[in-house]
C-alpha cells in the first residue's frame, strides 16, 4: 500500500474502494481469450484524508510505458477539441513564433497541430510505440521521462504542455516541478489530466484503473500546480467535462526589484535631506514605520502625523519619531515638504491637504522612489 499521498505527502489514507477482480490495464487488447481473462488482479485505490486527493495504492512499473499505446485523436470530437484548446493556448499566451515541449506527446497529434499554428515544437515520448508515430508526423521527439535528470538542447523553453500524463506518473509533483525546472522564468504551461469530479459526480467508478495513478479534481490540480511553484493558475475543463486542465505561469517571486526599491528610496531620503530643512510624514501605519525605520539618516524629518487619535502623542519604533495630529501640520510654517507613506489612504489625505490649501511640496512613496504628487 502506498504510505504517502503524491500531493501533500502525508501519511493519512484509508481506502476510498477495492476490487477483488480487475483488469491489470487498459491499454493492452489480447489475441487470445486465456491470456485475456488471465489480466485480471485485486485493486485498491486510497483517498488522503487530509487533502483528499485519490490515487492508487502500488504504481504500474514505468518499464510498462516502454511500449503503451492508447491512441483517441483519430476521434473527430477529440480532434476538434485539441484544435480548440491549442488555439486557446496559443492565442491566451501570443505563442506563434516561441518554443514549446509537449512532455508526453503520445501520437503526436496536438504537438502537430501546434507546429500548424507557427509554434516550434519538441516532442518527449517514453513510449516506443507512441513515439514512432509521432515522428512518422515528421516531429522531432525524444525518448526520456521527465525527471531531475531531464535535458533538451532546446532548453529553457517559452512553454510547456502536458495532456493525459500526469495520471500515470508516480510522483506528480516532482514531474511538474521538472518540467518548471526547463521552462523560461516568464514561461507559461498547459497541464490536463481526466476530470475526477465527473467521475465522483456521475458515480462511474469505472473511470478508475491500473494506468491512472492518480485521480484529479480542480482542488488536487491547483495545489499540485501551486505546491510545484506555479503561479497564476486558471481551472478549464473540455469536452464535455471529460477534462479538466490548467493554464499557469512560471513567474518566480525575484527579490530584485524590491532591492532596487530598497535603494531608490534610500538614495532619495539622502538627496531630500540636503534640499529640504524641515520634512513631516503623513502615516504612522506599517508602510511608513517600516519605511522610516530602515532609514540610516531621517535628521531632517521632524515628525509624523496620523489621524488615528490611538497613534498620536506616541513613537514610532526605531526612527523614534512622534506621531502628531493633523492638526499640527497645517499649524507648522516651518515644513517645507510632506511624504505620504500611507498608501491606502494617498486619495483621503491629498483631499485634506486639499481642503486645508496645504501649499508645500509633497511627495509619496511608490516602487521607483519618493515621488512628487501634484495637489491640483
Same mark, same amino acid.
Given at each position: 500500500m502506498a504510505s504517502n499521498c503524491k500531493i501533500c505527502k502525508r501519511n493519512n489514507s484509508s481506502i476510498f474502494i477495492e476490487f477483488n477482480k480487475y483488469p491489470k490495464t487498459i491499454s493492452y487488447l489480447f489475441n487470445n481469450r486465456e491470456s485475456a481473462i488471465q489480466d485480471q488482479a485485486p485493486i485498491l485505490f486510497l483517498k488522503c484524508n487530509y487533502c483528499q486527493h485519490i490515487q492508487i495504492s502500488t504504481d504500474m512499473p514505468?518499464?510498462?510505458?516502454?511500449?503503451?499505446?492508447?491512441?483517441?485523436?483519430?476521434?473527430?470530437?477529440?480532434?476538434? @477539441?485539441?484544435?480548440?484548446?491549442?488555439?486557446?493556448?496559443?492565442?491566451?499566451?501570443? *505563442?506563434?513564433?516561441?518554443?514549446?515541449?509537449?512532455?508526453?506527446?503520445?501520437?503526436?497529434?496536438?504537438?502537430?497541430? *501546434?507546429?500548424?499554428?507557427?509554434?516550434?515544437?519538441?516532442?518527449?515520448?517514453?513510449?516506443?510505440?507512441?513515439?514512432?508515430? =509521432? /515522428?512518422?508526423?515528421? /516531429?522531432?521527439?525524444?525518448?526520456?521521462?521527465?525527471?531531475?535528470?531531464?535535458?533538451?538542447?532546446?532548453?529553457?523553453?517559452d512553454a510547456i504542455v502536458s495532456r493525459e500524463v500526469m495520471e500515470h506518473v508516480p510522483e506528480p509533483i516532482d514531474f511538474l516541478t521538472n518540467l518548471r525546472r526547463i521552462l523560461k522564468p516568464d514561461g507559461v504551461a498547459l497541464i490536463e489530466v481526466p476530470n475526477f469530479e465527473k467521475a465522483l459526480r456521475e458515480n462511474?467508478?469505472?473511470?478508475?484503473?491500473?494506468?491512472?495513478?492518480?485521480?484529479?479534481?480542480?482542488?488536487?490540480?491547483?495545489? =499540485?500546480? /501551486?505546491?510545484?511553484? @506555479?503561479?497564476?493558475?486558471e481551472i478549464e475543463y473540455g469536452m464535455d467535462e471529460e477534462f479538466i486542465y490548467a493554464f499557469a505561469t512560471n513567474n518566480n517571486i525575484s527579490n530584485n526589484e524590491m532591492v532596487l526599491s530598497v535603494k531608490h528610496i534610500s538614495e532619495d531620503f539622502k538627496k531630500l535631506n540636503v534640499e529640504f530643512k524641515n520634512i513631516v510624514i503623513w502615516g504612522a501605519g506599517g508602510k511608513g514605520i517600516s519605511a522610516l525605520g530602515s532609514q540610516e539618516d531621517?535628521?531632517?524629518?521632524?515628525?509624523?502625523?496620523?489621524?488615528?487619535?490611538?497613534?498620536?502623542?506616541? @513613537?514610532?519604533?526605531?526612527?523614534? /519619531?512622534?506621531?502628531?495630529?493633523?492638526?499640527?501640520?497645517?499649524?507648522?510654517?516651518?515644513?517645507? *515638504?510632506?511624504?505620504?507613506t500611507n498608501l491606502a489612504y494617498t486619495d483621503e489625505i491629498v483631499k485634506i491637504l486639499q481642503e486645508n490649501k496645504f501649499s508645500k511640496k509633497v511627495m509619496l512613496l511608490s516602487r521607483s522612489g519618493i515621488v512628487s504628487v501634484n495637489l491640483n
Open positions: 514505468q518499464d510498462f510505458y516502454d511500449d503503451y499505446i492508447m491512441t483517441v485523436s483519430h476521434s473527430p470530437k477529440m480532434h476538434n @477539441f485539441q484544435l480548440e484548446q491549442a488555439n486557446q493556448f496559443v492565442n491566451k499566451y501570443n *505563442l506563434i513564433g516561441k518554443s514549446i515541449l509537449e512532455a508526453g506527446c503520445g501520437d503526436g497529434n496536438f504537438s502537430e497541430i *501546434l507546429k500548424s499554428m507557427g509554434c516550434n515544437v519538441i516532442g518527449n515520448e517514453p513510449s516506443h510505440s507512441f513515439r514512432q508515430l =509521432a /515522428l512518422k508526423r515528421g /516531429l522531432t521527439v525524444d525518448d526520456k521521462f521527465i525527471n531531475e535528470t531531464y535535458t533538451n538542447p532546446n532548453a529553457p523553453f462511474r467508478y469505472y473511470d478508475m484503473f491500473p494506468d491512472h495513478l492518480s485521480y484529479f479534481t480542480k482542488e488536487s490540480l491547483t495545489a =499540485a500546480m /501551486l505546491i510545484s511553484g @506555479f503561479k497564476n493558475i531621517i535628521s531632517k524629518v521632524k515628525y509624523v502625523v496620523d489621524s488615528d487619535p490611538f497613534k498620536q502623542n506616541k @513613537f514610532l519604533p526605531s526612527s523614534g /519619531l512622534l506621531v502628531k495630529k493633523p492638526e499640527d501640520l497645517f499649524n507648522d510654517k516651518s515644513v517645507d *515638504l510632506l511624504i505620504i
